[in-house]
Nanobody, 120 residues
Framework: QVQLVESGGGLVQPGGSLTLSCAASGNILGIYFMGWHRQAPGKQRELVAGITSGGRTNYGDSVKGRFTISRDNAKNTVYLQMNSLKPEDTAVYYC??????????????WGQGTQVTVSA
């Protein structure tokens, strides 16, 4: 019914940049919150950044000043601009959305994840 599809992951050198995109599709009535989480091998999933439909943002401490989240409400798409990447940013990045579908049901949906590897 609802799909979140991430794109933009890949291999980048330390200090480089990447932009991730996540597009939500399906029988969507509205999306309040969209965000990015990441999970590195052997570690718990952690919040990277989030943004409300009104544009309010929050960031994990480890990415503040380096990553920027934005969204296009008309396209149901959220972006994550990642600059000054470090090897410790290597992880699978997951998009998620707090979505209300046309039946009125509201729940969290997750994408499949996209791999980001920061290595020389």
């Amino acid at each position: 019914q609802v799909q979140l599809v991430e794109s933009g992951g890949g291999l980048v050198q330390p200090g480089g940049s990447l932009t991730l995109s996540c597009a939500a599709s399906g029988n969507i009535l509205g999306i309040y919150f969209m965000g990015w989480h990441r999970q590195a091998p052997g570690k718990q999933r952690e919040l990277v950044a989030g943004i409300t439909s009104g544009g309010r943002t929050n960031y994990g401490d480890s990415v503040k000043g380096r990553f920027t989240i934005s969204r296009d409400n008309a396209k149901n798409t959220v972006y994550l601009q990642m600059n000054s990447l470090k090897p410790e940013d290597t992880a699978v990045y997951y998009c998620n959305g707090d979505i209300t579908i046309t039946t009125g049901m509201r729940q969290a949906y997750w994408g499949q994840g996209t791999q980001v590897t920061v290595s020389a």
